[in-house]
């Protein structure tokens, strides 16, 4: 793990950028059906022995920016001059039919880099927004450049930012009879990996704790599930179940970090679980009865919980107050389609979850009632959604042939928006954790 000095964010007093009220600000409105992207231009400037660095910002924001499928990047021959301190010729960058303008200036001395930047509306011809000034360590430079993806996406979309944030997995390797399963996390372009187990025993269901600063997993290393965390910077590991006589698996932290739900099985009987985090011996059952109950997921408030059960004959979803009680099915598929794998959104408008079908598997989401159902992804053995950090996009896992084993995928919640992730190695059971600090 990079030793990480948090970055120093300032808005620039620059000439012209003082807090705007525009009428007509630019805007991008994620809805669904089609969207043509907006054309945007990015010149970043550098100073002496900052060139590379420079364009090597320069491109992770156009990839985190394209990525999102709501804007092109504009590569204009005859674009109008233009520099971090000139004035913007607005009317030469509209006639080349771009939308917004970023101008930046990056520098470098010893070990810190410098990275200022202005977004500019050309159809209202005024900046939108602040200038910024971001300071970090050399190595930092990545997390810079998506940090100013972040500022452009959200003063132009209005929504929360997502692109500062790390990814936990499972990667996999080896053939199919002797696949080898560790946990990961990454940026959340896919950048940047760092493995947390080794891989000699089996290890699924990572998930990150609140604060991001640990990872929950189930490791079959005793050869019985338990639960496990590790510490995502000094990859310090400690056992939190240990039970021999029962497999403990599919944890979850609820949202102020305290408790984790999770899976028990004993005696062939399964149900939800809770125990507290400072003192993991203490632990109670939310469930209890024959079905097989599982895979809990607490809404961002943790007043309640979502979890799937086959109690009604077949998997299905249902949501409970956090305590256990009031347990209400929420998912009503026809024959031959079951329900699993829910997780709450960040904003608590929605969850997301594996619909099964005689087709295979798919994605959806529906409100926490159970209406509005959608379906995002067709059914190609798509399974394990989990939420952005600002509840507009989902990661998931969807598998491929013998060959290319699992592959992690996102998509927008309008579904419009699927493409795989870049990484190099098979992977599966995505969880995002939040917005880094």
């Known amino acids: 793990m990079k030793v990480w000095v948090a970055l120093l964010m300032a808005a620039l007093c620059l000439q012209g950028t003082a807090a705007l009220s525009q009428d ?32 090597d910002i320069a491109t992770v924001v156009e990839a985190d920016l394209a990525g999102t499928g709501l804007f092109a990047i504009a590569e204009i021959e005859d674009a109008p001059s233009t520099s971090f301190n000139k004035v913007v010729d607005y009317v030469g960058w509209k006639q080349a039919n771009t939308e917004a303008l970023v101008t930046g200036s990056v520098s470098e001395s010893e070990e810190k880099i410098t990275v200022r930047f202005r977004l500019f509306d050309i159809f209202a011809g005024q900046p939108l ?8 360590p050399r190595e930092g430079w990545r997390r810079t450049a998506h940090k100013i993806a972040d500022q452009i996406y959200s003063r132009i979309t209005g929504e929360a930012p997502y692109f500062d944030s790390r990814i936990a997995f499972i990667g996999e390797s080896g053939p199919a009879t002797e696949r080898v399963k560790r946990v990961g996390v990454m940026d959340a372009d896919g950048a940047d990996v760092k493995w947390l187990t080794a891989g000699s025993d089996l290890a699924l269901s990572p998930r990150f704790a609140p604060d991001g600063r640990t990872v929950l997993y189930t490791s079959f ?8 965390s590790v510490d995502v ?13 029962a497999m403990s698996f599919a944890p979850r932290y609820s949202p102020d970090g305290r408790w984790i739900a999770f899976s028990r099985e004993t005696a062939g009987n399964t ?39 086959d109690r009604s004959g077949s998997s299905q979803l249902y949501v409970m107050r956090a305590d256990g009680s009031e347990p209400e099915r929420i998912s009503f598929g026809e024959d031959g389609v079951s329900y699993g794998e829910p997780t709450w959104s960040p904003r608590g408008d929605r969850i997301a979850f594996t619909r099964h079908g005689k087709d295979g598997s798919a994605i959806g989401i529906m409100r926490a009632d159970g209406s509005d159902e959608r379906m995002l ?13 600002n509840g507009r996009v989902l990661i998931f896992t969807r598998q491929g042939g013998e060959d290319d084993g699992a592959k992690l995928h996102s998509v927008d919640i309008t579904g419009r928006n699927m493409r795989p992730v870049a990484l190099n190695d098979a992977a599966s059971d995505p969880a995002w954790g939040p917005l880094l600090p």
């Not at 992804?377 to 950090?389: E, F, K, L």
């Open 24 to 55: 007509e600000p630019l805007r991008i409105e994620i809805t669904e059906g089609s969207m043509q992207p907006m054309p945007i231009a990015l010149r970043f400037e550098a100073s002496e022995n900052a060139g590379e660095l420079a364009a």
């Open 233 to 245: 910077e000094t990859v310090t590991t400690a056992q939190l179940t240990s039970d021999p006589r």
């Open 221 to 228: 290393a005793s050869g019985m599930p338990q639960i496990m």
């Open 129 to 136: 927004g602040d200038g910024m000034q971001f300071e970090a």
């Open 377 to 389: 992804t067709d059914a190609a053995q798509a399974a394990g959604p989990s939420w952005a950090p």
């Open 271 to 309: 149900d939800i679980w809770v125990m507290q985090v400072d003192n993991p011996s203490f632990a109670k059952p939310l469930t209890r009865g024959p079905s097989i109950d599982t895979a809990p997921s607490w809404s961002p408030d943790g007043q309640r919980i979502v979890f799937e059960s």
